[in-house]
């Protein structure tokens, strides 16, 4: 490891690691949100498969539906997924980022602040 004031840095093949770590957690993330959308578009907003996927895509990247939907608890569905997907979405560009961000700091020269 290679030391940058009071840490230690990673070598890049350890990071490489962490990277591809966090990487998997937030494709997995995301794979099983997007999951929870397709479900719920097609069993409660009575959309085929297809359509739920482009419904749930469009929603959890937060560009916004694209069916109408027709009943009261396919709508409170939507409005919950909406929700789920917003605060889903931005946490796993932060679990993504984090490593990078974590070694800019080192490379920065970042330390915590002592009281």
């Known amino acids: 490891m290679k030391r940058i004031g009071k840490k230690y840095m990673l070598p890049p ?24 959308g397709i479900l719920g578009y097609h069993y ?33 569905f939507a409005s919950i997924y909406a929700i789920f997907s917003g605060v889903i979405f931005l946490s796993t560009v932060a679990i993504f980022f984090a490593p990078f961000a974590h070694r800019l700091m080192h490379l920065l020269k970042i330390e915590e602040l002592e009281d």
Do not use: C, H
């Not at 490489?16 to 929870?36: N, Q």
């Not at 739920?52 to 469009?58: P, Q, V």
């Open 44 to 76: 409660i907003g009575a959309l085929n498969w297809i359509d739920s996927l482009y419904n749930a895509s469009m929603i959890l990247t937060g560009m916004g539906p694209v069916n109408e939907l027709q009943t009261d608890s396919a709508k409170v």
């Open 13 to 36: 093949k350890e990071f490489a690691k962490r990277v591809l770590k966090y990487t998997v957690f937030s494709i997995g993330l995301l794979t099983f949100s997007l999951g929870i």
